[in-house]
T-cell receptor, first 113, second 110 residues
Framework: KAGVTQTPRYLIKTRGQQVTLSCSPI?????VSWYQQTPGQGLQFLFE???????NKGNFPGRFSGRQFSNSRSEMNVSTLELGDSALYLC????????????FGPGTRLTVT | AQSVTQLGSHVSVSEGALVLLRCNYS??????LFWYVQYPNQGLQLLLK??????LVKGINGFEAEFKKSETSFHLTKPSAHMSDAAEYFC????????FGAGTRLTVKP
């Protein structure tokens, strides 16, 4: 079974721009969660989608948004990028929502200049 | 609300020595507990998990962890460290969502 894939792997954007990251979950998994990882803040939960609905949301500003499609693929969008948004963005999929074990993709490294 | 505390942001052991990475959790309900490992420039890989049942959980690469409810702990151990174990390790607790500890970076000296 193919693992979680994330595209692109690396991205460089300018402050003020917006960016869209993509995540394809493991086949059969219906839940997708997104995390931001930085050296200072560690791993922080962004949001979780299950069956195209946002089920849970972390403490991030409204500039961070996401969606999930009927095939369970997910995208997250960050608008009006700030320097502090530079991070590794990790996507994780699981069979069901909430407490299930999660399988992570390799991440997208976003650098904002 | 649940949370996780990992004691020690850096742990250094010699090759062949015991590995002990500490994790304490806080949860108002019986938790699901996980250990993940992250190698440089990669995502997180599940090492092992505790949901219910046997409190000693065996994972991949020779790691195991013991759930101790009385101590609210879920420490990760490996009897003999290998150079390839050098990585960052994350403990996580899950109820409605997954909460991760700050991570422990394991260094293995030859």
């Amino acid at each position: 079974k193919a693992g979680v894939t994330q595209t692109p792997r690396y991205l460089i954007k300018t402050r003020g721009q917006q960016v869209t990251l993509s995540c394809s979950p493991i086949s059969g998994h219906r839940s997708v969660s997104w995390y931001q990882q930085t050296p200072g803040q560690g791993l922080q939960f962004l949001f979780e989608y299950f069956s195209e609905t946002q089920r849970n949301k972390g403490n991030f500003p409204g500039r961070f948004s996401g969606r999930q499609f009927s095939n369970s693929r997910s995208e997250m969008n960050v608008s009006t990028l700030e320097l502090g948004d530079s991070a590794l963005y990790l996507c994780a999929s699981s069979f069901s929502q909430g407490a299930s074990e999660q399988y992570f993709g390799p991440g997208t490294r976003l650098t904002v200049t | 609300a649940q949370s996780v505390t990992q004691l020690g942001s850096h742990v250094s052991v010699s090759e062949g020595a015991l590995v002990l990475l500490r994790c304490n959790y806080s949860s108002s309900v019986p938790p699901y507990l996980f250990w993940y490992v992250q190698y440089p420039n990669q995502g997180l890989q599940l090492l092992l998990k505790y949901t219910t049942g046997a409190t000693l959980v065996k994972g991949i690469n020779g790691f195991e962890a013991e759930f101790k409810k009385s101590e609210t702990s879920f420490h990760l151990t490996k009897p003999s460290a290998h150079m390839s174990d050098a990585a960052e390790y994350f403990c996580a607790v899950s109820y409605n969502d997954m909460r991760f500890g700050a991570g422990t970076r394991l260094t293995v000296k030859p």
